[in-house]
């Protein structure tokens, strides 16, 4: 049997004394915690220390810095006297860095270094357990107030400072009153009066509603008073924290930078002259359409129609552009200043303007998405009829169906005037329909900058990166000594979690707004005309 002990490299200083630590029976080791230390000792010590000599020993070389060990045993059979010796293995760990870190389920690691051997989380989580619970040994430290010293890694000092004691004493009280003010704040957008009609439908639609609600949960989650019960939790509390602050700091960097040199101003007086010259090339782009655009041979009075009803809503927007140019810098002023919460929350307001600013782009492609479904539906459904069929609406299928001669000329005659209006129809879907996927794709932009900002656990990579041991993903063992006769000596190291797994296990929950269809959907959807909408509606959305 192949017995193995891991011993803390901090106290192969130690001479001698008693060892402190835990006997795993599952997987034949001993865990040693601490070494005690006495200027005396005892008879009843020395009784005990001479039965537990009989069957094992650690000692300490002379000369050298490395500990040796030896276990014997007397078999119970018709030789009782004769000791058997076993074979074992002297593993060195360190304590400190063995009692900060957390074990994790073993990712897929490359191939180790030559002379190291990986080994699997399965028997690793008892002697991780087991000097994570040694914890409470170390910051009692009753031994070191007496004439006994304990010798382990907190012997030299312990790591904490008065300003940082101050800080913990002084955060208790902080957090109950942001925490009492949160829970009015958020029982405030829980009233009743925001879940009518209009208000619940602008609230739904608006990037900035949705942000500032995700950020209340962040607020909230960070002043809570209850304490984490698991790991898992207080690293997800230290990644909102870590988030929260970054939002903010960048926030403040936004709002400098447009306070700074009147660039409010500035951006106030180029509003006005981008959007006529947006609206300027909106109605070249229809004077275009309502001649011969490519050489194509368009319905000459559905064309003039379709185009005399976009020059309108043009001019309509242009005119409402200039009724609130007096009042533009004043607005942007005060959505300036909401880069105080947050950078997040700028962006998702700036979302929301772009969206505002191309209403009448919306509206374009709203009128010719309609009109070019109801024709690729009404087309599909006089097909059917000259084929004897019909969609049976109850069971939702296609059934046969006979029809007179009446019927047939009509659905001829409706198909014809179809088939000869579809192009013009198609054309203005088309061109309507780039240009709100256009837009679509600056919102989408902005709002996966939003969801990094959300959903990124930059403690948890700030962790990985300065202390690479506290997120282990399992151990490695180098040989340091491997000769005939003496104990085998490994050291034993800890693997830290790749940067793609702390990425995937400590993502944040954000309310970006994701595509809820497949691109073979978007496009089935884009070829029969029906809406393609940039947002997720609340109850599709996922933590």
């Not at 709002?447 to 700030?462: E, K, R």
Request: positive net charge.
């Amino acid at each position: 049997m192949v017995l193995k002990a891991f011993f803390p490299t901090c106290c192969a200083s130690a001479d001698s004394g008693l060892l402190v630590g835990r006997w795993v029976p599952g997987q034949s080791s001993a865990v040693i915690l601490a070494v005690v230390h006495f200027p005396f000792i005892p008879i009843q010590v020395k009784e005990f220390l001479a039965q537990v000599q009989k069957a094992s020993q650690i000692c300490r070389e002379r000369g050298t810095r490395l500990w040796s060990c030896k276990a014997t045993y007397h078999q119970m059979s018709n030789t009782p006297d004769t000791p058997t010796e076993d074979q074992v293995m002297l593993i060195f760990y360190d304590q400190r860095k063995l009692l900060l870190s957390w074990l994790h389920p073993p990712p897929v690691l490359p191939d180790c270094q030559i002379g190291d051997t990986p080994a699997s989380t399965g028997g690793l989580a008892d002697i991780f357990d087991t000097v994570a619970r040694s914890e409470v040994l170390f910051r009692n430290d009753q031994f070191d107030e007496g004439p006994v010293r304990l010798s382990h890694w907190q012997s030299e000092g312990v790591e904490a400072s008065i300003l940082v004691e101050l800080a913990k004493r002084a955060s208790g009280p902080v957090c109950l009153l942001l925490a009492s003010l949160l829970s009015l704040v958020s029982a405030a957008s829980a009233c009743r009066l925001w879940k009518l009609w209009p208000l619940s439908f602008i609230r739904s639609k608006l990037s900035t509603c949705e942000q500032l609600q995700h950020r209340l949960k962040h607020l909230s989650l960070i002043f809570s008073t209850e304490k984490a019960q698991s790991p898992m939790q207080l690293m997800r509390k230290a990644n909102t924290l870590a988030s929260v602050l970054l939002d903010v700091a960048l926030g403040l960097l936004l709002l400098s930078w447009l306070h700074s040199n009147n660039r409010i101003g500035q951006l106030a007086n180029a509003l006005v002259p981008v959007a006529d010259r947006v609206a300027e090339e909106l109605q070249h782009l229809l004077q275009w359409l309502m001649g011969a655009p490519a050489g194509l041979k368009m319905n000459r009075a559905l064309d003039q129609v379709l185009g005399r009803f976009f020059l309108y809503h043009i001019h309509l927007w242009i005119s409402y552009i200039h009724l609130m140019s007096p009042f533009i810098e004043h607005i942007l002023w005060h959505v300036g200043l909401s880069a105080c919460l947050g950078l997040t929350v700028a962006l998702s307001i700036f979302s929301d303007i772009i969206a505002l600013l191309t209403f009448h782009i919306y509206c374009f492609y709203v009128y010719g998405a309609r009109l070019y479904c109801l024709k690729i539906y009404g087309l599909s459904s006089l097909w059917r009829l000259f084929r004897g069929k019909k969609w049976n609406v109850l069971r939702q299928r296609v059934d046969s169906c006979s029809y007179d001669l009446d019927q047939l000329f009509i659905g001829t005659l409706l198909f014809t005037i179809l088939v000869f209006l579809l192009p013009t129809t198609a054309l203005y879907y088309l061109v309507f329909t780039l240009l709100r996927l256009l837009v679509i794709t600056v919102q989408g932009l902005i709002h996966l900058l939003v969801d990094l900002i959300n959903s990124l656990p930059l403690y948890s990579l700030g962790l990985r990166l300065c202390r690479p041991y506290r997120l282990a993903a399992g151990v490695k063992f180098r040989v340091l000594e491997k000769e005939a006769g003496r104990p085998l000596r490994l050291l034993m190291q800890i693997n830290p979690l790749p940067y793609n797994h702390v990425v995937h296990t400590y993502r944040l929950p954000s309310c970006g707004c994701h595509p809820k269809h497949s691109w073979g959907t978007l496009c089935r959807k884009l070829f029969f005309g029906e809406l393609i909408y940039p947002w997720r509606q609340r109850e599709d959305k996922q933590d």
